[in-house]
């Protein structure tokens, strides 16, 4: 993911779509046709003083709920 740093940045800052995440405090950022593959996914923790990306990935299919 080192190669899409900056995707990665303007999938938070820019999301197409954000859902919440199982764990409290988080939430998971999707953006479209962006990074490795169609889907762009970045779950974010916003409980602490300066948010923090947990992880990021790409992925073919997007879950919404």
């Known amino acids: 993911m080192a190669r899409h740093l900056e995707e990665t940045v303007v999938t938070v800052r820019q999301p197409d779509?954000?859902?919440p995440d199982p764990i409290e405090g988080r939430w998971?950022?999707?953006r479209n046709a962006?990074?490795?593959t169609r889907w762009l996914?970045?779950?974010v923790d916003w409980g602490a003083a300066h948010a923090t990306v947990v992880t990021a990935y790409g992925k073919r299919k997007a879950q919404f709920p």
């Open 17 to 19: 779509v954000i859902t």
């Open 28 to 30: 998971r950022s999707w």
């Open 34 to 36: 962006t990074g490795p």
């Open 41 to 43: 996914f970045v779950v």
